[in-house]
Structures are given as C-alpha cells and as structure tokens.
C-alpha cells in the first residue's frame, strides 16, 4: 500500500464523515481514474465566525500532496489553489450551495481552469465540503473534477465568546476522471 493510500485509510478512520467522501474515488475503476492526491485546507474569517450571521471574508488556502495517476500518465505529484471571497456566515449554519470558477497550479507549472458547484453537509459533528465539476481549461482539461474536504464543526463555546472562530482546517482527497 502507497503511502498515500495509507494515510488516506488513516484519514478515513479518524475523520468519521470522511469514510463516505473517499468511496467514490475507491469506487472509480483505476483506468478510469486520471489522478488522485491528498487535499489539506486551511479557511481563515475576517472578523470571525459567531452565532450570529454577519459578513466574513473568506479566505481559503488548499494544498494537494501525494498526486498518484493510476495510468502512469500525468507527472504531477503536487497542486495548490487559493482566494478569498465575501459571504454572510455564523458557526450554526452551513454554506449555501454556490458555483465557482477557479484555477488549481500543478507542480508542472501546468494550470488547470475548473468550473464547479460546492454543496456542504453535517454529519455527526463534522462538515464535508464537496466541490464538483468540471476542468474546462489547462491540464486535464475535459475531466471531471471532485474534491471533498472534512472540516469538524466550528466549537460553539469559541463562536460565542471573543472573536469567534477565525480558521478551521481540513483534510480529504480530490480526484480528476
């Protein structure tokens, strides 16, 4: 077993939410599969999160590690994204479903443009994030693109006093087919 695949099996049994996330990619027949990495994010919020909903500015780093292409085809072992956003936020609600447009940079100094949709759940005290679509530009064009992020819920007792919460990180997988 890779490395990857190892500490994805870990992720998945300490993550809870996560088990679900990584079966679609288990799912995907290993020809059909382009590529496969490790995702890790940190979100931070301007001012911070509290139970009440107010303006935040988002800002979102994630980073993708351990790239393996079943197909022995692509040399990307790495890839990042990044940006920030507007958008009215408190600790006891999920974000809406949205669309977004958004460069992911390979360590080939490739870009891929992937035009997706962002859906986020609750289960049992952790948040899966999952962004689905399409690449539509750059490498790896015409794929699919999934990436499913787990974040646990934001501490309420933190929401509630100070500042609120202002990161949160997260762990999953992102898959091109």
């Known amino acids: 077993m890779s490395n990857t695949r ?7 049994l300490l993550g809870g939410g996560m ?6 990619a288990a799912a995907t027949p290993a020809s059909l599969l382009e590529l496969t990495c490790t995702a890790t994010s940190t979100v931070t919020y301007s001012p911070g999160l ?3 909903p107010t303006q935040q500015t988002v800002t979102f780093d994630v ?14 072992l790495s890839g990042s994204r990044q940006g920030s956003f507007q958008d009215t936020r408190s600790c006891l609600t999920l974000p809406a479903p949205a669309t977004q447009s958004f460069p ?4 080939t100094g490739n870009d891929s443009q992937v035009n ?3 859906q986020s759940v609750d289960v049992g005290g ?3 994030h999952t962004i689905t679509g399409s690449v539509t530009s750059g490498q790896f064009d015409g794929n699919t693109f999934v990436e499913e ?4 819920s934001p501490d309420l007792l933190q929401c509630a006093v100070g500042t609120g919460v202002r990161s949160q990180t997260g762990i999953g997988v992102v898959t091109l087919t």
């Open 6 to 12: 190892a500490f994805l099996a870990v992720a998945c």
């Open 19 to 24: 088990a679900a996330s990584t079966t679609s």
């Open 50 to 52: 509290s139970l009440v």
């Open 63 to 76: 980073a993708y590690s351990g790239c393996i292409s079943p197909l022995g085809v692509s040399s990307v």
């Open 104 to 107: 992911v940079a390979w360590n």
């Open 116 to 118: 997706g949709s962002t």
């Open 126 to 128: 952790q948040v899966l």
């Open 149 to 152: 992020m787990n974040q646990i």
